[in-house]
């Protein structure tokens, strides 16, 4: 059974930093590709950054400069760390697992950010 865990969001002031963790379980940590995504309310779900098997990260034009994604495969986690946050960050952000091998996508349960101004 494929599981992703999300946790670290909450509540933050602007300009404020949170880092957001996921743990997975059931997969290939190694052979998955790990994305991060939000989605705000009244709009569609959208890629943040993502980090490929190899190490190679992408991010979305709004959050360059300021959201840093990593992975540890010896604990089978994927972070995110938000600087600089701003309102216009509130969503709920999403784990995806991409396996590289399968073509499988898999999704967390999501944790809510909230960013106040």
């Known amino acids: 059974q494929v599981q992703l865990v999300e946790s670290g969001g909450g509540l933050m002031q602007a300009g404020g930093s949170l880092r957001l963790s996921c743990v997975a379980s059931?997969?290939?940590?190694?052979?998955?590709?790990m994305n991060w995504y939000r989605q705000a309310p009244g709009k569609q779900r959208d890629l943040v950054a993502g980090i490929s098997s190899g190490g190679s990260v992408n991010y979305a034009d709004s959050v360059k400069g300021r959201f840093t994604i990593s992975r540890d495969n010896a604990k089978n986690t994927v972070y995110l760390q938000m600087n600089s946050l701003k309102p216009e960050d509130t969503a709920v952000y999403y784990c995806?697992?991409?396996?590289?091998?399968?073509?499988?996508?898999?999704w967390g349960q999501g944790t809510q950010v909230t960013v106040s101004s």
């Open positions: 995806n697992a991409a396996g590289v091998l399968s073509g499988r996508h898999y």
């Open positions: 059931g997969i290939i940590f190694k052979f998955n590709a």
